[in-house]
């Protein structure tokens, strides 16, 4: 009887080790997976970065810049045109008046549209 108990006792251990270690490959199996998605996205956005550089260095190329501002109506800055921000006078921005039934039109709109 003794031995029994040992037998069942130890064949539930195996049992309960098995199942844990499915449980732990069926986690891995998705670590897996989400770190190709993480390597494939950061490979993407590699690729996406150096073309962007390359972009970025046709664009700001300075035989371009100098045919574009030669083609353009634009003059250029002279040195008294620069100012600092505190020398700027700034006006306030008049808010327009509210309605006082804008609110009321609105969910009367609202309610009659149809989809």
């Known amino acids: 009887m003794k031995q029994l108990l040992v037998n069942f006792l130890l064949l539930s251990v195996a049992i309960g080790i098995g199942i844990g270690l499915f449980f732990m490959k069926q986690r891995v199996v998705e670590y897996e997976k989400e770190l190709n998605q993480l390597t494939n996205q950061i490979l993407a956005d590699k690729r996406e970065i150096h073309t962007l550089k390359a972009d970025w260095a046709v664009l700001t190329e300075p035989s371009r810049l100098r045919r574009l501002l030669a083609e353009s ?43």
Request: glycine content about 2%; aromatic content about 4%; hydrophobic content about 35%.
């Open 73 to 115: 109506e634009l003059k250029q800055i002279g040195v008294k045109q620069i100012v600092a921000p505190e020398e700027v006078a700034l006006q306030p921005v008049p808010v327009p008046p509210k309605k006082p039934f804008d609110e009321e039109l609105q969910k009367e709109e609202m309610a009659n549209e149809t989809f």
